[in-house]
């Protein structure tokens, strides 16, 4: 009897052993990575001036309606409720003809019922220079008919513009109010990442965790930390309820 107790309390040990040992590929979907993983350098301030042309009259606007609420936006003193989609050209200076420098492209919607202005949402693509590719994200309240300065947040950016945080000085040099066009001075003050050439962009690791392309860590290989193994703790729990009662009959 004491031999039985002894071997299935050994068989028992051996097995809890042996499944809390097993190697698991579950990984945690989030890691804690370095500047020098993600190939950034010191935090970069740049300023740039463009002229933002927004056409809604002519054979090829660069912003048309796409939608509008039924009844109220027509009777509406400032359109509340209209919706639009916009493209519009990003110029060196005031003069549309003048070098094409980049694109806003996103969409803004009326939302005051008592003054002319904006929730706007787009992205300025950056075409020319340094930056060229990269894009700003833009999110905030804009006021196309007010000749004084207003104020756009930076809330994000691609490329270049990693990490961007910032803001924009926006100031209506031109209004139509026949046709709705105009065109607006954008200052544009932003705090971003300077990332060095060709470092930056995460792909999977072979081990189910992320390495950044170029940027190995200190030991020369990338390393995400384990999650517990949900599976082989419901295991072990599974097999204590047929163990256990094996081993009291073994007792018994």
């Known amino acids: 009897m004491a031999n039985s107790i002894i071997s299935s309390s050994i068989l028992l040990i051996s097995l809890l052993i042996t499944l809390t040992t097993i190697p698991t590929n579950t990984h945690a979907y989030f890691r804690t990575v370095s500047k020098e993983q993600l190939g950034i350098k010191d935090d970069q301030q740049t300023q740039l001036t463009f002229y933002y042309h927004d056409t809604l009259s002519g054979s090829n606007p660069t912003s048309v309606q796409i939608a509008k609420a039924s009844g109220s936006t027509a009777n509406s003193p400032t359109t509340f409720g209209a919706l639009s989609m916009i493209d519009d050209p990003l110029t060196k200076t005031a003069d549309s003809s003048s070098k094409l420098v980049g694109r806003a492209q996103g969409m803004y919607a009326m939302a005051d019922q008592n003054q002319f202005s904006n929730i706007l949402v787009m992205n300025i693509l950056i075409l020319d220079g340094e930056f060229n590719g990269s894009t700003l994200s833009v999110l905030g309240r804009s006021s196309g008919k007010d000749p004084s300065e207003y104020e756009l947040p930076v809330i994000g950016g691609t490329g270049g513009f990693r990490f961007a945080k910032g803001y924009i000085q926006a100031k209506t040099q031109t209004f139509?109010?026949?046709?709705?066009?105009?065109?607006?001075?954008?200052?544009?003050?932003?705090?971003?990442?300077?990332?060095?050439?060709?470092a930056g962009n995460i792909s999977p690791s072979d081990d189910g965790g992320s390495t950044a392309s170029g940027a190995p860590s200190k030991n020369g290989s990338s390393s995400s930390p384990n999650l517990v193994n949900h599976g082989v703790l419901s295991s072990l729990v599974?097999?204590?309820?047929?163990?256990?009662?094996?081993?009291?009959?073994?007792?018994?």
Do not use: A, R
């Open 176 to 198: 139509n109010k026949k046709t709705g066009d105009s065109v607006v001075e954008y200052n544009v003050f932003v705090s971003h990442s300077s990332s060095s050439s060709g």
């Open 238 to 252: 599974s097999l204590s309820f047929v163990l256990i009662p094996l081993l009291y009959l073994c007792v018994v």
